[in-house]
């Protein structure tokens, strides 16, 4: 608490952990080892332990390719958001950027799609959560399991932003320890030529030699069930295992250097993608040949299987629940901040723009807890609805945001250019090329890289109708998007 000093003047304490009692206002907390795993983490999930398979299956040893491409066009995203962030670090990230540059639509539309999204992807996380738990012990119920982890997850929010930090860090450090393993594993099957259960030998070359070669399925080609395959089909696969990505950005309001920080977890991401996903995969299919990758298990488990490691599986469980773990922790942080934002450009009630003592918006945490628990209700009464069409929603969702993203940014530069910076930030009092070029984080060939990017999503979506299971969430999307334009118009016919 506040303390009078001899001249009667109001002294406060530092605002430099969640523990300090200080005026209610988000703590600068989180730490540059914090911001790096978080990055890293995001990146990192049951998408690569286990859709990886759905990807190889789609375009064989070219998924490479796949990665390598979708991993640019994220790049590029988040080299978009981090160019706002480290100017103007605000929670809630994208939807306060695209209230602050575009319009308060815009960051209705931009922050409701992404805290729904992450509602709905928290959702799916904790309604699995028991079958890994039940591993171990088959007799606990999965619900019990899922109220459980709900709990643990809730509570360690509220404990304040250095929490999750620490949280996230210590369940990145798992999964990359995971994916290490696993690709030093297989490197010394192949540099040893270690004998496999398949009786394939171990060898890049399996890339080129196997079942039709690097590009079995071409660019784009029709099965003989009529099921589109190929490199481009893999693409729609590839784009949403990144998904998460952009927390970097959700994250800069509460880091304690962002200048410094999120460049340098930004431009990280690409070895990242390079070493966890194509270094990961290439190692994968040149042990296991890409065409016995049956997607009855996990892939990290058959590199293991194949040399006649079988505690593998029982390993990758424990990766797996830690994973689901972080990736709800990862939902509620970034909804709690969410809501906090949307609340703060009155798109919100105005209660979840409270902060507790240690800065944390406790309405937001748990308004969010209790709203994916009756999501994980759902899942557990009506799983045909939940995944057919709830997750449809989370699946557009993703692009939905990836494009306001890029329309943002170029919003962002105009207003920048006219002299409409912040006042408190170093763009303030410049205009035209001299407040561009002040820019800290400049999005690579800002002109053009936009409408690149946005081409390519418009492409992905293209290629969704082409599948019917995605399909269903094109058609989803539109629904959505009209369900926000309208909830947007009576919330303001309101005030």
């Known amino acids: 608490m506040a303390s009078e000093n001899k001249a009667g003047n ?71 958001l981090s160019e706002m962030s480290v100017e103007d670090p605000k929670a809630g990230a994208f939807s306060y950027y695209a ?15 992404y805290w729904f999204n992450y509602i709905l992807v928290s959702m799916v996380e904790l309604a699995v959560v028991g079958s890994f738990v039940n591993y171990w012990f088959p007799a606990i119920p999965t619900w019990v399991s899922a109220a459980v982890f709900l709990v643990v997850i809730c509570a360690a929010n509220l404990l304040g932003v250095s929490k999750f930090g620490e949280f996230e860090f210590w369940f990145a450090i798992i999964k990359i320890v995971a994916v290490i393993a696993m690709i030093l594993g297989g490197l010394a099957v192949i540099v040893f030529a270690l004998p496999t259960e ?25 099965a003989k069930d009529g099921s ?54 290439g190692v994968i299919m040149a042990v296991v040949p890409w065409n016995e ?5 996990s892939p990290f488990v058959q590199i293991f299987d194949s040399v006649g490691v079988h505690a593998a599986a029982g390993i990758l469980n424990f990766v797996c ?99 409409g910076a912040p006042d408190d930030t170093d763009l303030a009092g410049k205009s035209g090329a001299e407040a561009l070029a002040a820019i800290h984080f400049k999005l690579p060939f ?18 969704m109708c082409f599948s019917p299971s995605y399909r269903v969430a094109v058609i989803a999307g539109v629904i959505w998007l009209a369900i926000l334009f309208v909830a947007y118009q009576l919330t303001q016919a309101k005030q």
């Open 228 to 281: 589109w395959t190929g490199l481009l089909m893999a693409l729609v696969v590839v784009m949403f295992s990144f998904g998460g990505t952009e927390l970097i950005g959700i994250t800069a309001g509460e880091t304690e250097d962002p200048k410094t920080t999120i460049p340098r977890a930004t431009n990280d991401i690409i070895w990242r993608i390079l070493v966890f996903y194509i270094g990961a995969l």
């Open 321 to 419: 629940l830690t994973a689901v773990m972080s990736v709800y922790n990862s939902g509620l942080y970034a909804n709690s901040r969410m809501l906090y934002s949307l609340a703060k450009q009155g798109n919100a009630p105005a209660y979840l723009g409270k902060l507790n003592r240690h800065g944390v918006p406790v309405a937001g945490v748990l308004t969010s807890a209790v709203i994916t628990a009756i999501a994980v209700v759902v899942v557990f009464v009506w799983p045909e609805f939940a995944f057919n069409y709830l997750m449809s929603i989370a699946t557009i969702a993703g692009i939905i945001n990836w494009t306001m993203i890029m329309v943002t940014e170029m919003k962002f530069r105009k207003v920048v250019a006219a002299g």
């Open 446 to 463: 800002a002109k053009v890289t936009p409408w690149v990017v946005l081409a390519f999503l418009a492409l992905v979506v293209v290629l």
């Open 10 to 80: 109001t002294a406060t304490k530092p605002r430099e952990t969640d523990d300090v009692p200080v005026p209610a206002t988000l703590r600068k907390s989180l730490k540059n080892r914090h911001i790096q795993l978080i990055a890293l983490g995001g990146a990192i999930g049951t998408g690569l332990f286990y859709g990886s398979s759905e990807s190889i299956a789609l375009a064989g040893p070219s998924i490479l390719l796949a990665y390598l491409i979708g991993g640019l066009a994220i790049f590029m995203i988040v080299r978009a």
């Open 99 to 113: 209230t602050r540059y575009w319009s308060k639509r815009a960051g209705f539309i931009s922050g409701w799609n």
């Open 198 to 222: 398949s009786g394939a030998k171990a060898t890049f070359a399996n890339w080129f030699t196997v079942g039709g070669g690097f590009f079995p399925n071409g660019l784009m080609g029709q």
């Open 293 to 297: 990758i049956d997607g009855k298990s």
